[in-house]
Every structure is written in C-alpha cells, then in structure tokens.
C-alpha cells in the first residue's frame, strides 16, 4: 500500500472526483482530504492510499495534470520531520 498526496486542489473538490479520476489507474482503499473546520471546503490538499504499482501509474499520469483549472501536484507522501510545529520557549 502506497500513499500519496495530493496537492493544489480547488477548494471545491469532493472525495468522491478524486476517487473516480486515481480509479482510472486502479483501485483506490482510501481518501482524505483536509477540510477546512468552519467552511468544510477542501483546503487545497489530501491524500490518497493505493496499491503500490498502480499509486506509481497515478503519479506518474497524475501530476502536472490540469484538474479544475489548477496543475495537480501528485506524490508519495514524505514523512513529516521535526514535531508538531509552532514557537519554541
């Protein structure tokens, strides 16, 4: 299992286009986008789970692509480094 994410969305994007456009490249176990808490519009990102060999077709047929008007930007999701952000004391 392979996840990617997925970049520069419009803030209209649903789970379910997202689903559809990755399933011409096989089948997709999940969808997540982050979503903003007071609107519960997509906010421009999220991230997509699916078998290895058919995640690398996504990518490599994916990124770049235009998607509502906006480049997609399409990767293996990179593990975050450091903690969880913010100020230091």
Same mark, same amino acid.
């Given at each position: 299992?392979?996840?990617?994410?997925?970049?520069?969305?419009?803030?209209?994007?649903?789970?379910?286009?997202?689903?559809?456009?990755?399933?011409?490249?096989?089948?997709?176990?999940?969808?997540?986008?982050?979503?903003?808490?007071?609107?519960?519009?997509? =906010?421009? $990102?999220?991230?997509?789970?699916?078998?290895?060999? /058919?995640? %690398?077709?996504? #990518?490599? &047929?994916?990124? @770049? =692509?235009? $998607?509502?008007?906006?480049?997609?930007?399409?990767? /293996?999701? %990179?593990?975050? #480094?450091? &903690?969880?952000? @913010? =100020?230091?004391?």
């Amino acid at each position: 299992m392979l996840k990617m994410y997925v970049g520069n969305l419009s803030p209209e994007t649903q789970e379910r286009e997202l689903t559809e456009l990755f399933s011409q490249f096989g089948k997709v176990r999940s969808v997540r986008l982050a979503s903003d808490v007071f609107t519960g519009r997509c =906010r421009g $990102f999220g991230f997509i789970e699916m078998e290895g060999h /058919e995640a %690398r077709a996504a #990518i490599a &047929g994916l990124d @770049g =692509r235009d $998607f509502k008007g906006q480049a997609l930007r399409v990767n /293996e999701e %990179r593990p975050k #480094i450091g &903690g969880r952000g @913010g =100020r230091r004391r």
